[in-house]
């Protein structure tokens, strides 16, 4: 099992930047894919980034490729998301969570051990 604690989230100004990050308890955490989601007032938990176990391949939703980008330090158990170019629009609780497959894909049902969340506000 893998625990993660989600941190850095805050509130910016459009067009500045955060980075997020996703700390793991787990003994196995890098043979775990990682991923974040996030979900905003009255919508539907969104897939945003994931990475696989090793960091060898990464997949960004359309609505942040350029912006975004994920990566993972498994020295640390910890996973990354740098926000950069933030919009209005990326406001949302952002979720971590751990792929017990490996591959970090981008649905929901494939994700364990989510965390908490942690909220980002952009402000115009």
């Known amino acids: 099992q893998v625990q993660v604690v989600e941190s850095g989230g805050g509130l910016v100004q459009a067009g500045g930047s955060l980075r997020l990050s996703c700390a793991a308890s787990?003994?196995?955490?890098?043979?775990?894919?990682m991923g974040w989601f996030r979900q905003a007032p009255g919508k539907e938990r969104e897939f945003v980034a994931a990475?696989?176990?090793?960091?060898?391949?990464?997949y960004y939703a359309d609505s942040v490729k350029g912006r975004f980008t994920i990566s993972r330090d498994n020295a640390k158990n910890t996973v990354y998301l740098q926000m950069n170019s933030l919009k209005p629009e990326d406001r949302a609780v952002y979720y971590c969570?751990?792929?017990?497959?490996?591959?970090?894909?981008?649905?929901?049902?494939?994700?364990?051990?989510w965390g908490q969340g942690t909220q980002v506000t952009v402000s115009s």
């Open positions: 969570a751990a792929d017990p497959g490996g591959a970090g894909g981008s649905c929901s049902g494939e994700y364990d051990n």
């Open positions: 787990g003994r196995t955490f890098s043979s775990y894919g």
């Open positions: 990475i696989s176990w090793n960091g060898g391949s990464t």
